[in-house]
């Protein structure tokens, strides 16, 4: 157990689907993180928040929303996905200010798209 | 964030101690080196870091050139459970956006042998 607490491990949604996945962290960290890894790629941010704020979003589509609605809980809400949205999907945290910016990350969500 | 170039591949017999070389030519002087390592489907695992001194904890030791512009992950006694990808990552630590955002490369992968 790192301390980043992801659930579930695994789904399987079909296209038409709304579910959620959910990360949960008491590190006292005040910023989190979803990144997206699909196969033989390397990790690729979706969105940060710092301090519960969002301030990056990278060009993800809008089937991906993600919601933060304290700093120890981070949820990534999924609808209408299509079949190349199957990845691992991490969350990850950290000390938004300070000199250390280490990362913890999350066992991470299988998620599969039929 | 400065760009770092490694290995695709590398192999260590168990026991052996395991170096694996990360070129970061134009690090900036405030940029410090990352390692992180990530063992199949889980997340990415934090393994240390450093500016320009050499490092060591109980996981690895980081020797990094006297110019930084390299710097080497010394894994002194390799086992099988050390068979990961590990990423060799530059970015500064503090000032600038007020979150760590760490950007992931492909990453050595490491095979640990019998």
């Known amino acids: 157990e790192t301390g980043v607490t992801q659930t579930p491990r695994h789904l399987v949604m079909g296209m038409t689907n709304k579910k959620s996945l959910k990360c949960e962290q008491h590190l006292g960290h005040n910023a989190m993180y979803w990144y997206k890894q699909s196969a033989k790629k390397p990790l690729e941010l979706m969105f940060v928040y710092s301090l519960e704020e969002r301030v990056e979003n990278n060009s993800v589509p809008s089937r991906f929303s993600p919601e933060c609605p304290n700093s120890s809980h981070l949820f990534l809400h999924l609808h209408t996905l299509q079949p190349e949205d199957s990845a691992l999907y991490l969350c990850?945290?950290?000390?938004?200010?300070?000199?250390?910016?280490?990362?913890?990350f999350g066992s991470g969500t299988r998620l599969t798209v039929v | 964030d400065a760009k770092t170039t490694q290995p695709p591949s590398m192999d260590c017999a168990e026991g052996r101690a395991a170096n694996l070389p990360c070129n970061h030519s134009?690090?900036?002087?405030?940029?410090?080196v990352y390692w992180y390592r990530q063992i199949h489907s889980q997340g990415p695992q934090y393994i240390i870091h450093g500016l320009k001194n050499n490092e060591t904890n109980e996981m690895a030791s980081l020797i990094i050139t006297e110019d930084r512009k390299s710097s080497t992950l010394i894994l002194p006694h390799a086992t099988l459970r050390d068979t990961a990808v590990y990423y060799c990552?530059?970015?500064?630590?503090?000032?600038?956006?007020?979150?760590?955002?760490?950007?992931f490369g492909q990453g050595t992968i490491l095979t640990v042998h019998p």
């Open positions: 990552i530059v970015r500064v630590a503090s000032g600038g956006t007020s979150y760590g955002k760490l950007t």
């Open positions: 990850a945290s950290s000390q938004a200010q300070g000199q250390y910016y280490g990362y913890t």
């Open positions: 134009t690090i900036s002087g405030n940029e410090y």
